[in-house]
């Protein structure tokens, strides 16, 4: 099946400082990728979807100067968190879609960041 | 997106059947689907029905919709231990590019 991999799988970071997470797939070409975020025993919540060469579209409350996301690349999309603070902390969860029927998302393992 | 909603926890013994329920909010949904997760982990498709069905079987694993009262199901046959894990049902969001609108998770423990 396809494969979506991120990088780091977890990070910690001083607050202020800002934080870099990449999205791969690996061996198909992502067309669509999205952005989740998921709070411990939460549900996970889209916060943007970003097509390639074009400027991410964000969900509501989710400030885009914050949440930096670039996709120039049909393999890959980063998600900068700017200047990070504690409240950033959360599980971070990309997904790809482009090469399946039944508009099917492959999801990445997910980045843990820490904001001390 | 509006509340996808699922029961928090569901405890079962090993072998017998566990179902867990969904209701979503989204008629124009085309796919609906379940997603399981394991701690620590990211998300793993398990199965998914379109919504001109009302019935899928995939092995251990039947999928029932309603869609009249956006109801969706997901039944484990022969559950075991190595089932325990949350369990996430999901509707598309045709207005956000098909992304996905997830309930808030099924806790299945499953006992000796």
């Known amino acids: 099946g396809a494969v979506v991999s991120q990088h780091p799988s977890w990070v910690i970071c001083k607050s202020g400082t800002s934080v870099k997470i990449e999205c791969r797939s690996l061996d198909f070409q992502a067309t669509t990728m999205f952005w989740y975020r998921q709070f411990p025993k939460q549900s996970l919540m889209l916060m943007a979807t970003s097509n390639e060469g074009s400027k991410a579209t964000y969900e509501q409350g989710v400030e885009k100067d914050k949440f930096l996301i670039n996709h120039a690349s049909l393999t890959l999309s980063t998600l900068t968190v700017t200047s990070a603070h504690p409240e950033d902390s959360s599980f971070y969860i990309c997904?790809?879609?482009?090469?399946?029927?039944?508009?099917?998302?492959?999801f990445g393992p997910g980045t843990r960041l820490t904001v001390l | 997106g509006e509340d996808v909603e699922q029961s928090l926890f569901l405890s079962v013994r090993e072998g017998d059947s566990s179902v867990i329920n969904c209701t979503y909010t989204?008629?124009?949904?085309?796919?609906l689907y379940w997603y399981k997760q394991e701690p620590g982990a990211g998300l793993q498709l398990l199965t998914y029905i379109f919504s001109n069905m009302d019935m899928k079987q995939d092995q251990r694993l039947t999928v029932l919709l309603n869609k009249k009262d956006k109801h969706l199901s997901l039944r484990i046959a022969d559950t075991q231990t190595g089932d325990s894990a949350i369990y996430f049902c999901a509707e598309s969001m045709y207005n956000s590019g098909y992304a996905l609108n997830f309930g808030k998770g099924t806790s299945l423990l499953v006992t000796p």
């Open positions: 997904s790809a879609s482009g090469s399946g029927g039944a508009n099917e998302q492959f």
């Open positions: 989204d008629s124009s949904s085309t796919y």
